[in-house]
């Protein structure tokens, strides 16, 4: 006998049939199927509430595929769990298609025990054959232990994770989830190599984001899923002194993006990966804490240099300025060609043209077509002597469009241009963002002044638009 609740079937005409569209003038006309679409769109506690509007209502929420559970949304701790478990009691849907649960509460409301109700709120979705498990625990109190059941990682269904935990996470000795495509761990602590190799191998695995992630002094961490497609990872505060000096291999021959974000405390190598089109870097410093250019310099270098097979590369202003004022490593020779490097874009803040390593970087870059500075570009001293002369090879042949953001028509910034439009000979198109304090500070008429600037290619055209973030404004 069938021991699942029923669920009442609208006995309504064929969707298809026109003759009858006009009689479905209200909501309970639709199918059931319409309907659980309709309650999927809605907060639980609202899809819910929908059991008291007649009997074809009573149980129909009861089928919705998608459980989605905060603890913010609710009058305290034990309603929030009274409530998650008699939902799971009485929802009946397999496959689940999401099971989410946003648990954050502060240490004064943890009771002891809260661990393994958790656990058997996940257990009861994975029994579920859950699909997409989206999971932000957050317990301050210094009784909280919490370890994941070990089922999440023997889950066959699961094709994307979601782990949000301040807090250092154990993984089992055995990893087992073939058809996961998207993992994102945020805030974690892992100090089990093998298994969190396990995890970052999984042989579906095709995004993978990792956030705030800390690992122990000095490991080694292979990352080596065979068709990961994207590859995002955010470091650390420096501040937060947890862990240092990371090794992170990356091995994943299909990977076509990757995106970095922080201060480089840990080491990244990057190799056998043909694909890789796109990548940014984005370094940056905590004004609070001392910068460690030494250190950020050696390990964007080495990373810079691994990236020399992509078509799309950004990087941050910040990363100029460390290689700057570590010279020494800067080895013309040694740095690649980047032979299928189209698009170069910098970001963050607006980039000195004298920069040793940039001009480094554009003599490598020999199929260059586009180049952005997206919050300017100027220069530090008074004359152009010598800067981007003589050109780079791109700027010659290859290079059509240059962007500037954030113009203020400062005389650092039209030397800047005017360098430009001297060094580029087959430039198409300058394109320039101005402030709305551009046009009141600059003494005439802006536009004529820059016309009247040398240009080494005639076929250049100049435009100007409003800065985007003040357009947005």
């Not at 990087?315 to 170069?344: A, H, M, Q």
Request: aromatic share 8%; net charge negative; proline share 4%.
């Amino acid at each position: 006998m069938d021991a699942r609740l029923p669920v009442h079937k609208a006995k309504c005409p064929h969707w298809n049939d026109t003759r009858d569209v006009g009689r479905h003038t209200h909501i309970c006309d639709l199918p059931d199927e319409i309907l659980l679409r309709i309650l999927g769109l809605l907060p639980l506690k609202e899809v819910v509430r929908t059991s008291v509007l007649s009997k074809r209502w009573e149980y129909l929420w009861t089928s919705i595929s998608s459980l989605v559970f905060r603890e913010d949304e609710s009058n305290g701790r034990m309603v929030f769990m009274n409530f998650v478990e008699r939902a799971l009691l009485l929802c009946q849907s397999s496959p689940l298609k999401v099971f989410s649960l946003n648990y954050v509460i502060d240490g004064d409301e943890y009771v002891a025990g809260d661990e393994s109700r958790i656990n058997s709120w996940i257990t009861a979705a994975i029994r579920r054959n859950v699909q997409e498990l989206r999971l932000h625990l957050g317990i301050e109190h210094p009784s909280f232990n919490y370890s994941l059941p070990s089922c999440i990682f023997r889950c066959e269904t699961l094709t994307e994770f979601h782990l949000l935990l301040n807090g250092t996470i154990r993984l089992p000795s055995s990893v087992r989830l073939k058809n996961l495509k998207v993992l994102a761990l945020e805030y974690l602590h892992l100090d089990d190599g093998r298994s969190v190799e396990l995890l970052f191998s999984c042989p579906s695995l095709e995004t993978l984001s990792l956030d705030y992630c800390t690992w122990p002094e000095d490991m080694t961490l292979r990352i080596s899923a065979p068709k990961l497609l994207s590859l995002s990872i955010v470091e650390r505060d420096s501040f937060l002194d947890i862990g240092s000096h990371a090794h992170i291999k990356i091995l994943c021959p299909c990977l076509k993006s990757f995106e970095y974000y922080g201060e480089f405390l840990d080491d990244y190598a990057i190799s056998g990966s043909p694909s890789l089109e796109e990548a940014i870097i984005h370094v940056f410093h905590p004004s609070d804490v001392e910068r460690k250019p030494d250190q950020c310099a050696r390990h964007a270098y080495k990373l810079v240099k691994e990236l020399s097979r992509v078509k799309l590369l950004t990087l941050s202003e910040d990363i100029l300025e460390d290689l700057d004022e570590n010279k020494r490593i800067l080895d013309l020779g040694s740095v690649p060609f980047f032979g299928y490097l189209t698009k170069l874009k910098f970001t963050t803040r607006n980039v000195d043209l004298e920069s040793v390593a940039l001009q480094v970087l554009l003599r490598k870059c020999s199929t260059l077509r586009s180049l952005k500075f997206d919050a300017g570009v100027f220069i530090e001293s008074e004359t152009a002597e010598g800067i981007l002369d003589p050109a780079p090879h791109c700027f010659l042949t290859s290079l059509k469009e240059i962007t500037i953001g954030y113009f203020d028509a400062a005389d650092y910034e039209l030397l800047a241009v005017m360098i430009l439009l001297r060094a580029a000979s087959v430039l198409e198109e300058l394109v320039i963002h101005c402030t709305e304090q551009c046009f009141v500070t600059f003494p005439g008429d802006l536009m004529e002044a820059l016309l009247a600037l040398p240009r080494a290619s005639s076929r250049c055209a100049i435009t100007f638009l409003a800065c985007k973030m003040q357009m947005q404004d």
